[in-house]
């Protein structure tokens, strides 16, 4: 995920305002920060974010002069949605944002969690669709 941060910061590093008083926290590494701060968030709390793009956008513009920030926004809106996307996706390649194998949410008739790769739409494996299917007529009655 963190190429999505990158690609943001790089693409408005030439832009930062340097720092009166370099120190150990320039206004560089802040905006890096700010970057990988809001792409972790849109990672494990997506659902919950609600303007990942504003709100990362509001840490930021006072490290760019006023006449670049349209072009900030439009550059911030532009990688999240694609990180965004890249995250809609990522259950079909069986892993989370860290790596972890997704599992099937169903349990086995020996009371094991089912180890089958899941499909996206519903979190099932195609063995135990019913469930998802079940699921559906529940929500549904
Ligand atoms: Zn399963």
């Known amino acids: 995920m963190y190429r999505f941060s990158r690609a943001i910061y790089r693409d408005l590093a030439g832009d ?3 720092d009166a008083h370099p120190g150990q926290s320039s206004n560089h590494e ?3 920060r700010a970057c990988e701060a809001a792409i972790e968030r849109l990672a494990t709390d997506r659902h919950y974010f609600a303007h990942p793009a504003r709100t990362l956008f509001a840490d930021i513009r006072w490290y ?4 670049v920030q349209p072009r900030v926004l439009r550059v911030i ?5 694609c990180a965004d996307n890249a995250l809609r996706q990522q259950p079909q390649n069986g892993y989370d944002v860290y790596g972890n194998p997704l599992h099937c ?3 086995t008739r020996k009371g094991a969690p089912c180890q089958r790769m899941p499909l996206p ?3 099932y494996c195609p063995s135990h669709q019913h469930l998802a299917e ?3 007529e529940l929500l549904a009655a």
């Open 30 to 32: 802040r905006v890096l």
């Open 64 to 67: 760019f002069p006023m006449n």
């Open 121 to 123: 739409a519903n979190g």
């Open 16 to 18: 930062i305002i340097e």
């Open 134 to 136: 079940t699921e559906e």
């Open 77 to 81: 809106e532009c990688y999240l949605a």
């Open 105 to 107: 949410r169903a349990t």
